[in-house]
Structure formats: structure tokens, C-alpha cells
């Protein structure tokens, strides 16, 4: 089984991302060609959850589990994610294009986190280069202190090779249980067999940030990595199958 536990649905408003615009039938025909059982879907940054929740029931045809993309500044987050706590499983936060600095330490995020630790959702927190607002350095202290919530961290820690290569280093180096990694848009693999080396493959989680990774091409970065076959099965749906407890829109 394959789950890519990272791709985006619907049309953006970033101008870089303006072409890449992609619906669910459109997604279940891709899946396919890929050979991928699932994935984990998130609106883009226009962050339409109410069109996207719809979009699964109607139309998926895949194992598909809803992560609303929050913007916790938009007052109506507690009661979208109160109307429709049975269909999701997880919340995602991007604080760069949210444009929140300090991330998930940032106090307008508290709520939130105190939600997804009451309810057992996964954070997945965007990293990237921007330092001010998408540190991994936040996911960690958060996952400190809301320690009975589990952590996706994306991009392997962010969108470049040394935030990639010390981001597990400093996982290893606190102990957190409760910490994972989304390798979504990770074009180094050494990067990933050096977090291998680190944490172990229980650690890890295969996505592709379709539409501005194709999957495929994810898959082939997983199949060239220099590991067992049981790591790579962990990776490829094992891990994320696990903290995803079967909580899939239906």
C-alpha cells in the first residue's frame, strides 16, 4: 500500500503556483497511473475547506483523509473544525503564506494546538526558508510542550539541504517521540538517508506536495534510497497509516 501524505487540491492564489491548479477527478485518475492507494489532501492557499470536504465525499475514490488548511487569525476555525471533527484528521498550519511570524509559537496558535491535542489530530506544520515564521525549531519547542499531540514536519525541515540535514539531528537530540517527517518536495535523497540514520524509518512519511511535486517522481526518490524494503514500506504508508489511526472521510 502507498499513501502520499501530502497533496494539495484546488486553484491558488501564490502567481508561481496560478497554473497548477488541480481537482479530485483529475487526482483519482493521477493516483492511478502512479499506482497510489491514498493520500492526505489539503486545500491550497485559498484555503477552501468547505469545497474540498465536499469534493472527497462526492468524488474521491481513493482512501482520502481531510487536513483543513487553518489560518488561525480567520475567526471561524473552531466552528468549522467543531461542525466536522469526524471527518478530520489532522490540521494544517502554513505560517509563512499566513504570514505569522514566530509560527506555531506564536500565541494566536495556542488554541489551536490545544484543540488538536484534545481531539488526538496531527499537526502538519509547513518549514521552509523563512526562517521568522517556518522554523522546525518551532514545531519542536511546541511538541515539548504539547506533548500528548503528534508533529508532522514538512519538507523534511525546509526547503533547503542544511535545514534538511540538522532538523533530524535535532529531533535526535530532544528526545521527542511525538515528532515526524513529511519528505514532500525533498529532491536530496542523501538527505533522507542521513535522517534514516539518525531517527530510524518510523520517523518518516512519503508525500509528494503534488501539484508542484509530481509523484511520481517522489516515488522514484524513495526507490533509489539505499535501505530494506520494510523501511521503504514503513515510509511509503506504514508510519503515517499508524498516526492516521483510520480516520478517513466517508
Not at 510542550?145 to 532538523?167: P, R, T, V
Not at 539531528?169 to 515528532?179: D, G, I, M, P
Not at 521503504?232 to 503515517?240: A, D, M, P, V, Y
Request: glycine content about 6%.
Amino acid at each position: 500500500m502507498i499513501i502520499d501524505g501530502h497533496i494539495h487540491i484546488g486553484s491558488w492564489n501564490y502567481k508561481y503556483y496560478s497554473s497548477l491548479s488541480v481537482d479530485i477527478c483529475q487526482l483519482n485518475k493521477l493516483l492511478d497511473r502512479c499506482g497510489i492507494d491514498g493520500a492526505v489532501l489539503v486545500p491550497t492557499d485559498r484555503r477552501e475547506n468547505h469545497v474540498l470536504l465536499n469534493e472527497i465525499k462526492r468524488k474521491g475514490n481513493k482512501r482520502y483523509w481531510f487536513f483543513p488548511w487553518i489560518n488561525p487569525k480567520e475567526d471561524d476555525w473552531r466552528t468549522f473544525l467543531g461542525t466536522h471533527i469526524k471527518e478530520i484528521s489532522g490540521i494544517k498550519v502554513h505560517s509563512s503564506l499566513d504570514h505569522i511570524l514566530g509560527g506555531i509559537t506564536n500565541k494566536i496558535y495556542m488554541p489551536l494546538l490545544e484543540f488538536a491535542q484534545k481531539e488526538g489530530l496531527l499537526m502538519y506544520v509547513h518549514c521552509g526558508r523563512w526562517q521568522e515564521a517556518a522554523s522546525y525549531k518551532f514545531v519542536l519547542q511546541m511538541a515539548r510542550k504539547y506533548n500528548k499531540a503528534n508533529f508532522i514536519i514538512a519538507h523534511l525541515g525546509g526547503d533547503h539541504e542544511e535545514l534538511k540535514i540538522q532538523a533530524p539531528l535535532e529531533v535526535k537530540k530532544s528526545r521527542l517521540k511525538n515528532v515526524f517527517f513529511d519528505i514532500s518536495a525533498t529532491r536530496e535523497f542523501w538527505a533522507i538517508e542521513s535522517g534514516l540514520r539518525l531517527l530510524g524509518a518510523d520517523r518518516f512519511i512519503f508525500g509528494s506536495d503534488y501539484p508542484v511535486m509530481h509523484p511520481q517522481v517522489a516515488l522514484e526518490i524513495i526507490n533509489v534510497l539505499d535501505i530494506p524494503m520494510k523501511d521503504k514500506e514503513f515510509i511509503l504508508s506504514g508510519n503515517l497509516s499508524r498516526l492516521l489511526n483510520n480516520r478517513k472521510v466517508t
